[in-house]
């Protein structure tokens, strides 16, 4: 019997995703790859606590990265922060299929978005990938109607150019904390961490730290 994915190799490790066994190999190479893994899945876990080991760094080249934030402003918006933070978790739990990658993107295309109200010229060019799109308009619905009912929210009212900040800082966090692989949900799985049931949303105290 061979590996069912290379079809070269002896499978020695049981896969929860493919219900049996698979080669070391591809497990490793394929892993959040071509293999959409249980978030419980030992392996993966192992291989988690081996990245945490090895933080990741931001390329020069990283979209958004001459953008500077200041401490302050995320200090003083903490609350604002984690209400966006937490419409990504609850959109990712009621479409199960989002990926790290989904979130980057759809807080990235914000993000600039609002980097052109910023500039006094308004244009918009969500995600062409279906899910992100669908995120991109639910974190869209959520800052329109907080910044059209600011006076009646905890929030206070924002300006454009701390909402881009915001968005960039949430994108920053993103790429650090995934792994960069295309099925990865390690972001995803830290703000459900963050934010383990809808209901806690007013009581939640912003949690997150500067990178």
Request: charged share 25%.
């Amino acid at each position: 019997m061979s590996c069912p994915i290379c079809q070269k190799r002896k499978p020695g490790r049981f896969c929860p995703a493919k219900a049996e066994k698979i080669c070391a190999v591809c497990c490793g190479t394929e892993r959040e790859v071509s293999i959409d893994c249980p978030p419980d899945c030992g392996y993966l876990l192992s291989a988690h606590r081996y990245e945490d080991q090895h933080p990741r760094s931001l390329p020069a080249d990283t979209p958004l990265l001459d953008v500077h934030i200041t401490s302050d402003a995320v200090q003083a918006h903490g609350r604002f922060l984690s209400a966006i933070a937490f419409t990504i978790a609850k959109f990712c739990a009621t479409q199960p299929a989002t990926t790290d990658p989904d979130v980057l993107a759809a807080l990235r295309a914000l993000a600039e978005t609002y980097k052109t109200l910023v500039s006094g010229i308004v244009y918009e060019q969500p995600p062409a990938v279906h899910i992100q799109h669908e995120l991109y308009d639910a974190l869209s619905a959520f800052l329109t109607e907080s910044k059209q009912n600011a006076t009646q929210t905890s929030f206070g009212s924002l300006k454009d150019s701390e909402i881009f900040q915001l968005l960039v800082f949430l994108f920053r966090m993103g790429l650090l904390r995934t792994n960069g692989r295309p099925r990865a949900r390690r972001f995803i799985e830290f703000l459900r961490g963050q934010f383990p049931g809808a209901q806690e949303l007013k009581r939640e105290e912003s949690r997150i730290i500067v990178p």
